[in-house]
Each structure stands twice: as structure tokens, then as C-alpha cells.
């Protein structure tokens, strides 16, 4: 998660806040957003833009927000951040009681919402690869305790389940 103080944080609170699914933001915006100016990089590198959370710690402000860089137009100086259309429509979330039933989808989403690979997101449950894409093909469903855990790991990535939870 994006740490306050750090100099992108700005960046994740003002996307974070938002419940649109596209935002575009000029490289001004952002700036005044950041309240200080981009580096020379982000003018002149489509690179830097990158959705690699690794790489960056710009990056890592907009996906953890939630979004993607969508598209950057380095003439007009421009971003589009985007909510990746696939997890807001590939899943539905069911309940049994205050447990969230976790299925093949809504796994997934939660996967690629933090960014991770299967294997990555494995060792961020304390789980087999393997068993992550079991649980993605729905050859197995998560245990009870399992469901509870992922909820857990899900509110603290911040990913949002929409409007039926």
C-alpha cells in the first residue's frame, strides 16, 4: 500500500477517492495533485509511465489505487488511468452470512487488482501456486477459513467488490 509521506501518495489519495472507472489527468494536474513538478522522465518517457509496481514508485500510487495507466499522450501531456474493465464485470460476489463465498472470478480480480502474479499472490496467502489456479480454473473453492483470509488480504489492498456486498 502506498505509504503517507512518500512523494506519490498525493497522486494515490486523489485516484483512491474517486469512484469513476477513467480519470484523465494532465501532466499539470498531476503536479498540482503532487504539488511539485514531474521529473524530466514522465515528459519524455513512455516508460515511466509503466504499470510495473516494481519498478516504480509512481507505479505503485495508481495500482494501488486501483487503476492502470490506460494511455499517455506525451504531445498533449496526458494521462488516462483506468479501472481494468475485465475486474469490474468478470465476477459476482455471493454470501453465505458475513462470509464472502470466494469464486473463480472474484479471486482473479482480487489477483490482478494488487498486480500479482499466481505465483506472488500464492506467497501473500502462504499457499501453493498450484492452488491459486485451481482456485481461478474452479476446480477447488477456497475453504471457509481461506474465504476469511482473502477478505481480509482484499480490504487491505483496498479492492473494492461493488455495489452487491
Known amino acids: 500500500m502506498s505509504k503517507p509521506g512518500s512523494k506519490y501518495y498525493p497522486l494515490f489519495t486523489y485516484l483512491h477517492e474517486r469512484d469513476q472507472d477513467e480519470i484523465t489527468l494532465t501532466f499539470a494536474q498531476i503536479e498540482k495533485i503532487l504539488g511539485k513538478p514531474l521529473p524530466e522522465g514522465a515528459r519524455i518517457e513512455r516508460g515511466w509511465w509503466s504499470n510495473r ?12 489505487a486501483g487503476y492502470k495507466v490506460a494511455a499517455v499522450d506525451l ?28 469464486n473463480a472470478g472474484l ?11 499466481q505465483a506472488e499472490f500464492a506467497r501473500e496467502l502462504g499457499v501453493r501456486q498450484q492452488t491459486v489456479s485451481e482456485w481461478e480454473t474452479g476446480a477447488y473453492a477456497p475453504t471457509r477459513a481461506t474465504s476469511k483470509h482473502l477478505t481480509l488480504v482484499a480490504e487491505r489492498a483496498g479492492f473494492r467488490y461493488g455495489a452487491d456486498l
Open 107 to 117: 479471486i482473479k480480480a482480487l489477483r490482478e487488482h494488487m498486480n500479482m502474479s
Open 53 to 64: 509496481r516494481r519498478a516504480s514508485p509512481q507505479a505503485k500510487a495508481w495500482l494501488d
Open 75 to 102: 504531445q498533449r501531456r496526458q494521462v488516462v488511468f483506468a479501472v481494468p474493465a475485465k475486474l469490474a464485470s468478470r465476477y459476482i460476489v455471493e454470501r453465505d452470512g458475513d462470509t464472502i463465498l470466494w
